[in-house]
């Protein structure tokens, strides 16, 4: 699935603490996540979104932790456990050609491609098992750095995601980012 790979210690950089300041993980995706809810976090890393979004579904919640590379999945399983967040955390190491989520079909309600969606050759392979494992009514938020990719190739993503059964909901305006938020019907 990968197209250019993050490498795992640029993970330290993205959960900078003054990251939140230009990006807050609880302003971008409070608004789409409440407790109880299935979260699917695609590319989670070292879980700078991983962790609030555990905090957002709360005790009967549970967020699908996915990345490619195990070393942020350490991380990141280190960090939810020393938050006490374990227990709503479930990790997963993904390979270059499928996320590992057959087995959710149908259950998330909220997934995050936070940053990620670039990083994938087969981005329509990539849409696809997403769309798979999100219910009806469920929405998918994805949000790519302006800088780092372009306005033409984010749309054109977008346009993937809708041939994919995706619908437009929204483009929330979150500080240098491209983001679209989509529904499955």
Same mark, same amino acid.
């Given at each position: ?6 490498? /795992? ?121 997403? /769309? ?54």
């Amino acid at each position: 699935m990968a197209n250019h790979v993050c490498p /795992w210690w640029v993970g330290y950089l993205l959960i900078n603490p003054l990251r939140k300041i230009i990006q807050n993980p609880e302003k971008i995706v409070g608004s789409y996540v409440s407790p109880k809810m299935k979260v699917m976090d695609v590319g989670c890393a070292m879980g700078f979104f991983s962790l609030p979004l555990a905090r957002l579904v709360g005790e009967q919640g549970k967020v699908y932790c996915i990345d490619l590379q195990e070393r942020m999945i350490e991380t990141l399983v280190k960090r939810a456990r020393k938050a006490g967040l374990d227990n709503r955390i479930e990790t997963r190491i993904c390979s270059y050609d499928s996320l590992g989520i057959e087995d959710i079909r149908e259950e998330i309600d909220f997934a995050l491609a936070f940053a990620v969606v670039h990083e994938v050759d087969n981005k329509g392979h990539l849409l696809t098992q997403i /769309w798979h494992a999100i219910k009806p009514g469920g929405k998918l938020l994805i949000s790519e750095p302006k800088g780092h990719v372009s306005e033409r190739d984010f749309e054109a993503a977008v346009s993937l995601a809708q041939k994919t059964g995706f619908n437009l909901l929204e483009r929330p305006a979150f500080t240098r980012s491209y983001s679209v938020v989509l529904s499955k019907i």
